[in-house]
C-alpha cells in the first residue's frame, strides 16, 4: 500500500481547518482537498461577538489558519465551493465552484458540515434573515459584518434566546450603547451551563442594565417599509402579549446540525439528529469521519447523546479524525465533560458536567458555596461562587458550576476530577496552592466540597 | 467513657488554631487549651511581607482568629505561655506565663511548636539578630513590626537565601524603594519549586531591578556603633570574596523544626529532624498528634520524608489532628504534593510534585511550553509557561510547574492529576473551558502534556 492517500474534507471551520492541520501532521505526502462554501478559511465562530464589540479589532482577525497557511501546507483548500454529493461507491465527492465542475476521489472523508441556526416560530420573519433590515442571526463571519454594518443606525437591540451567545451578545450591544432586551422562553438565562440559584444572582445584577424577560416567547415581527420595528413576545404562563420596540433582533436560539450530505451517503445520524462518529470519530460508513457541529457524540458523565457544539470539542475531534484519517491512530477522550465558560457584563462563569437539569433528584445531592479569590486578610480578594454535584450513591463528582473570579481555571480542576470519577471526599482534601497574593489556603475549589461532604456524610448515616 | 475529654494544643500557629477550630466543632463539650508564647493568636505568617510591602495595611489585619473568637468558641487560649515540659505519664503539661506556673492536664495532646529560623554560619552575627541593628529574620509578627520599624532610615538592603520568602521580600523591599542584593549559595532561584530551565527566565528579567548572585555564601558582616554597615560575600566557586553595602540584612534560609518538649517526650523524629506523623496526624505516642512545620510526613509522587513546611498543609493537618483529638475521625492526604505558589516582581510562579533535583533522569522525562493565557486573535493575553515531568515507565505526570498568567490554578489542575496518576496521554486530552475572552481552545494545561507525550512516544518506539 504505497499509494497515496486522498484525503478530502467538506467544510473548513474549526473541525475541518484542524483535521487537515493533522492530516497534513500525520502524512506528509497525502493529497488533501479541503471544500468551503464560504469565502473565509478556517475561523473562530466563537470570537464573533467580540468582533461586533470591537475588542478584537478586525472580524478578519478572526482568521486562524489563512488561505496562505494552507498553500503551504500544500492542503488544497477551495473556498466558494459546495459540495453536491457524495459517491460513497466510487469514493468521489462531487462539488461546484460557481459554474466549475469539479469531481475528487477520496480514500479518506472527513464530515465537517457544521450547523446552522435554528430558528423559532416567529410570525412574518422572513426566511432569509436579512430580508427584512435589522434582522440576524450570528453564525458566520458575514453574518457579523452586516451586523456592524447595521450598528450605526440602530439603538433598540432584542435578543432572542439567553444562552451563552444571546448573552454574549447582550453584553457586546449594551457596550456599544443599545438598550438590549433578550426574551428567553425557558425559566432562566443559561440553563445548560447553570442552575437556577447559580444563573439567578447573574439575572438579578443585570437588572440595571438590560430588560430581560425570561418565560417569554417571540411570536412576531412588525416591519416598516422593509425595516423591523417591533417584536411581540407572549408571556408563557399567561400567555399576554407584549411589542418590544426593536430596530435590531439577533435570534440565538441554537443550530440544527447540518447533515443532508452524511444522511444521503448512508451514515448514521443520532437520536440528537448529528451524525454518530465513535472514538476514532469514524461515522458508520468505513474511511469516512465526522467532525464537529453536525456530529453526535456521548456524555462522559449521564452517556446521553449529545451534539457537541463546544469549540474546544470540535477541535479535539478535528485533530482525531485528522490524524486517523491520516493513518494515524488516535481517539477522542472518553466522553464529551462540556466544560465550559463565557463572561458577560464583567461576570466569568464557567460549568462542566451535567447541571441538575440532566440529573434526577433521587441520583444526585449538590451544594454551593461563596469564597474569595484571596485569603480575607488581603485587601481585593474578588468572590467565587462554585456548586457541585456528587452521586448519592458512591459520592463520586458529576458536575461543577462557577461564577466569579477565575471561573473557568477553576473548572478545568473540576473536569479532571470528574473526568478521574473522585470521590468529594478525596477532592476535599486536594492540596491546592497558597499564597497571600494569589490565592486563599483552602481554595472555594475544596472549600464547596466540604459542604457537600458533610450533606452527603449525613445522608448515609440517617440511611 | 462520658468523662470530658481535654484537649491540650502547644502553640497557636496555623496548625496549632485550625486543630482547636476543629477539635471545638467535633466535640461541643471538650475542654481546649491552647499555649501559645508569643503575644497574638493565630496568624498568617506567608502574609508578613505584605505587611512590610504595605499591601496589607496592618500587621493585626494578619490574625484570623482573635482572642475574642477563641472566648466565644470556649476555647482557653493563654498567650505568653510557655510549656516547659509535658510529663507523659501522667499526661500534664507544665507551662509559665510570667512567674506563673501552670499545671494542665489532657487526654488528647497536640504539638504545634512550628519552627524556626536556621541561621547559616556567618561571622559576627549575633545569636539574637536585632543585637546588630539592621539585621532580621522573617518569622514573626514582631519580626515584621520592627522590620518596618527600621525601614525609614534604610536604603540598602540585603537578603540572605532565594527562596520564596526571599523572593517575596526582595520585591517588597524593592518596591518600598530600597536597593536590593539577593544572595543564593545554589545556582538558582526558588530551587524547591521550579528546574533551572523555568527560573532562569526570571532571573534575567530581574537584572535590572536588584542585584542577584547565585552560587555565593554570605561569609561575615561588618557593622559599625551597633549598625550592620556590610555584608561580605564570598563566590562558591572561585571563593572570592566581596563586600555588599548593607543597612538592612534579612536572612532567609530556610527553617528548622521545633521539636525539643516532642523529644523529650519521646516522640520518634524522622530523618528531616521533624515529628514522624501519620496519616491521621498521630506521632508515635499514643493520643498525642503533631501539626504543622514542626512535623515531618511523605511526599505523594516520590515517597520521600519531607518538612511541611506549606501553610495549606499545615492547615490540613490541623483539621485533621483537630477531628482525631476531639474523637472525630478524618485522615490527611495520601502524601503532600507540594503545591506551591508565588508572586514577584509581577510573575506568578506555581509547582506542584517534585522537581527534577528529587528525580533521578533515568527515572523522568519533561518538557516544557510557552502559550498564552487567550486566544491568538484576542488582545490581551498574557504568557504562561509551563513545563511537567513524567514517569518514563507508565506515563504518569509527576511533577509541574508553571511561571505567568494564573500559574496557581494551573498548577491546580495538575496537582488533580497527579493525585490520580494521570498519564500524559490521557490529560492532554482533558476537555479544558474555552471562551475567547477567557481561555485558548486547548490550554497550555494541555498543550504542554502534546510536547511531552510526543516525547514519551518516540522514547517508546525507540526501544
Redesign the interface.
Known amino acids: 500500500m504505497n499509494q497515496q492517500r486522498n484525503i478530502v474534507i467538506i467544510g473548513c471551520g474549526?473541525g475541518g481547518g484542524t483535521a487537515a492541520q493533522f492530516a497534513r501532521k500525520t502524512d506528509r505526502k497525502a493529497s488533501i482537498t479541503v471544500f468551503e462554501q464560504g469565502a473565509y478559511p478556517q475561523y473562530?465562530k466563537?470570537?464573533l461577538?467580540?468582533v461586533i464589540s470591537g475588542?478584537?479589532?478586525n472580524s478578519t482577525?478572526?482568521?486562524?489558519f489563512s488561505e496562505e497557511w494552507f498553500n503551504k501546507a500544500a492542503i488544497t483548500l477551495m473556498l466558494h465551493t459546495t459540495v453536491e454529493e457524495i459517491d460513497g461507491v466510487n469514493k468521489v465527492v462531487k462539488a461546484n465552484q460557481g459554474n466549475k465542475s469539479i469531481e475528487q476521489p477520496y480514500s479518506s472523508l472527513i464530515i465537517a458540515t457544521g450547523a446552522h441556526p435554528s430558528v423559532p416560530p416567529i410570525r412574518h420573519l422572513p426566511t432569509e434573515k436579512h430580508e427584512v433590515e435589522g434582522v440576524f442571526c450570528l453564525r458566520t463571519l458575514d453574518d457579523a459584518n452586516r451586523i456592524i454594518d447595521a450598528l450605526t443606525k440602530k439603538t433598540y437591540a432584542t435578543i432572542v434566546g439567553a444562552g451563552?451567545i444571546g448573552m454574549e451578545m447582550a453584553d457586546c450591544l449594551h457596550s456599544r450603547g443599545m438598550k438590549v432586551t433578550i426574551v428567553e422562553a425557558l425559566p432562566q438565562i443559561v440553563s445548560t451551563v447553570l442552575d437556577k440559584d447559580m444563573s439567578q444572582p447573574i439575572q438579578d445584577a443585570l437588572k440595571d442594565k438590560i430588560d430581560l424577560f425570561t418565560n417569554h416567547f417571540a411570536t412576531s415581527i412588525d416591519q416598516q417599509k422593509g425595516k423591523i420595528t417591533h417584536l411581540t413576545i407572549s408571556n408563557g404562563e399567561t400567555g399576554e402579549e407584549q411589542k418590544i420596540k426593536t430596530d435590531l433582533l439577533i435570534i440565538a436560539t441554537g443550530t440544527t446540525p447540518e447533515t443532508v450530505l452524511a444522511e444521503r451517503l448512508g451514515c448514521t445520524l443520532g437520536k440528537t439528529g448529528g451524525i454518530k462518529i465513535n472514538e476514532k470519530a469514524e461515522t458508520s460508513i468505513p474511511d469516512v469521519y465526522g467532525v464537529g457541529d453536525c456530529t453526535e457524540y456521548h456524555d462522559f458523565v449521564t452517556k446521553r447523546s449529545i451534539l457537541t457544539g463546544?469549540?474546544?470539542?470540535v477541535?479535539?475531534q478535528g485533530i482525531t479524525a485528522g490524524i486517523n484519517a491520516a493513518g494515524g491512530s488516535y481517539t477522542?477522550?472518553p466522553g464529551?465533560?462540556?466544560?465550559?465558560?463565557?463572561?458577560f457584563f464583567g461576570m466569568?462563569i464557567?460549568s462542566?458536567g451535567p447541571t441538575s437539569q440532566h440529573l434526577d433528584d433521587a441520583q444526585s445531592i449538590g451544594g454551593k458555596f461563596t469564597g474569595s479569590s484571596l485569603?480575607?486578610?488581603?485587601?481585593g480578594g474578588k468572590p467565587i461562587t462554585m456548586k457541585i454535584l456528587i452521586d448519592k450513591k458512591d459520592g463520586c463528582v458529576l458536575g461543577a458550576q462557577a461564577v466569579g473570579s477565575?471561573a473557568?481555571?477553576?473548572?478545568?480542576?473540576m473536569?479532571?476530577?470528574i473526568?478521574?470519577r473522585?470521590t468529594v471526599e478525596?477532592?476535599r482534601?486536594?492540596?491546592?496552592?497558597?499564597?497571600?497574593?494569589?490565592?486563599p489556603?483552602?481554595?472555594v475549589?475544596t472549600l464547596v466540597c466540604d459542604v457537600v461532604a458533610m450533606k452527603y456524610n449525613r445522608m448515609k448515616r440517617s440511611l
Open positions: 474549526a473562530s466563537c470570537g461577538p467580540y475588542r478584537i479589532p482577525d478572526l482568521i486562524e451563552l463546544l469549540g474546544s470539542i477541535v479535539r477522542l477522550p464529551v465533560l462540556l466544560t465550559s465558560t463565557s463572561e466569568e464557567a462542566v485569603p480575607e486578610y488581603v485587601p477565575n473557568a481555571l477553576r473548572i478545568n480542576t473536569a479532571c476530577a473526568l478521574n473522585m478525596s477532592l482534601k486536594l492540596e491546592t496552592a497558597y499564597a497571600p497574593p494569589i490565592a489556603t483552602l481554595d475549589t
